[in-house]
Every structure is written in structure tokens, then in C-alpha cells.
């Protein structure tokens, strides 16, 4: 089992769509928890830390359940600009190690 | 954010042949640097982890006498592909986090550019 699973894609959807992804985690030491997103043949870059008290960034929504080990991404009013491979990827306590989930491409369409 | 400085951006090789990326953290220290490898349609796989002064942690499975890394100091590590094949052609990535403006373990990690390895 991976240690950090995310919905397989792509995800195609129209421009002002609403779309989830889901990610869980197997190892229950993990620390802090982050989606990312990556662009083609670019670095990831940092979109936002998941607290389990849920946070949200304009359009963007993160949840995490401690219980479950699942953490959500939620777009809202989805723009073209958001086309991009969103990376799930937890922090463990040792060492720090950033483990990425295997990303679920999102494709904006007009 | 903090800035990562990765180079060379891409590079060609004869297998065979080593290649050495650097991996420099341009305004804060960074007292541990990550290298990650990914292949196309897929996901960052963590290949080593380095502290600055000390020899890399490697994950299952990555050979560590092919990857060679070196973190010297608190600005610079550096992975050598080593005797490169045609199978290493991937793209490589820095990732580093560390100390200065206050900055701890679950904080942000700043990426590289990443290096695209073809070995032909």
C-alpha cells in the first residue's frame, strides 16, 4: 500500500465547476499535511497547509480527519487557470520527509 | 519565499558518463536538503534526505553508491549521478527546509527547479 494515496485522474471539467480530491495516509505519525500543485515540467509549488480544523483560501478549501487519515482539496468557480497536477504530500515527524501522493491532474475546460 | 536554486536546468549525457546537479538555497540555511526523483505521469519519490554536515539517509531501493550526495555546507548540497544509463533519465528535484526567519520542521519546504537528466 502506498503511503500517501490520492483519486486517480484526470479530472476534466468546465469552468466554474466545483471539484474534490481525496487523499489518505497510511502512516498515522504523520505530522502536518499540505496539498501542492505542479505545473508541467515545473516544481511543485506550495497552494496550502490542511489543519484539522479545515481552512480555506479564496476559492480553495483543505479538511483533514485525524480519525480517517484523509485529508480533502475542494475548488470552487473552477478557472483555467487552475489546470494543474494537485499533490497531496504529508510530513513525517522523523526526519521531517516530505512523502508526496502519486497527484491527481485537473484539467479546466472553457 | 524563500528561494532554491537548482542547475543545471537540463542536461545531456553519454551513459556512462556522471552528472553532477547542485542544489543551493539562496537567503536562509538550509540544515536539510531532500532529493527527489520523478518519471513521467508520476509522482515525486523521495529518493535521499541530507543534513549539512553529516552522510545522506537514503530510501529502500535507491542505490546509494550511484547517487552520490554531498551537503557541505548550509547553502549547497549536491547529487552526482553516477556511470548515468539510460534508465536514470528522470527529472530530479531539490527540496530544502532549515533555519533563519524563524522557520522550523513543519514549515514549508522550498523547492528547486528541478534537472531534467537525459542520458542517451
Known amino acids: 500500500r502506498k503511503e500517501v494515496e490520492q483519486d486517480p485522474g484526470p479530472f476534466n471539467v468546465p469552468e466554474g465547476a466545483t471539484v474534490a480530491f481525496n487523499c489518505t495516509y497510511s502512516?498515522?505519525?504523520?505530522?502536518?499535511f499540505f496539498w501542492y500543485r505542479q505545473d508541467c515540467r515545473k516544481e511543485p509549488k506550495l497552494l496550502m497547509s490542511v489543519y484539522s480544523s479545515g481552512n480555506e483560501d479564496g476559492r480553495f478549501t483543505a479538511q483533514l480527519n485525524r480519525a480517517s487519515q484523509y485529508i480533502s482539496l475542494l475548488i470552487r468557480d473552477s478557472k483555467l487557470s487552475d489546470s494543474a497536477t494537485y499533490l497531496c504530500v504529508v510530513l513525517y515527524n522523523q526526519g521531517g520527509k516530505l512523502i508526496f501522493g502519486q497527484g491527481t491532474e485537473l484539467s479546466v475546460k472553457p | 519565499g524563500a528561494v532554491v536554486s537548482q542547475h543545471p536546468s537540463w542536461v545531456i549525457c553519454k551513459s556512462g558518463t556522471s552528472v553532477k546537479i547542485e542544489c543551493r538555497s539562496l537567503?536562509?540555511?538550509?540544515?536539510?536538503m531532500f532529493w527527489y526523483r520523478q518519471f513521467p505521469k508520476q509522482s515525486l519519490m523521495l529518493m535521499a534526505t541530507?543534513?549539512?554536515?553529516?552522510?545522506?539517509?537514503?530510501e529502500q531501493g535507491v542505490e546509494k553508491d550511484k547517487f552520490l550526495i554531498n551537503h557541505a555546507s548550509l547553502t549547497l548540497s549536491t547529487l552526482t549521478v553516477t556511470s548515468a544509463h539510460p534508465e536514470d533519465s528522470s527529472f530530479y528535484i531539490c527540496s530544502a527546509r532549515g533555519v533563519g526567519r524563524g522557520r522550523g520542521w513543519n514549515t514549508e519546504a522550498f523547492f528547486g527547479q528541478g534537472t531534467r537528466l537525459t542520458v542517451v
Open positions: 537567503d536562509f540555511q538550509a540544515t536539510t
Open positions: 541530507s543534513n549539512e554536515g553529516s552522510k545522506a539517509t537514503y
Open positions: 502512516n498515522s505519525a504523520s505530522q502536518s
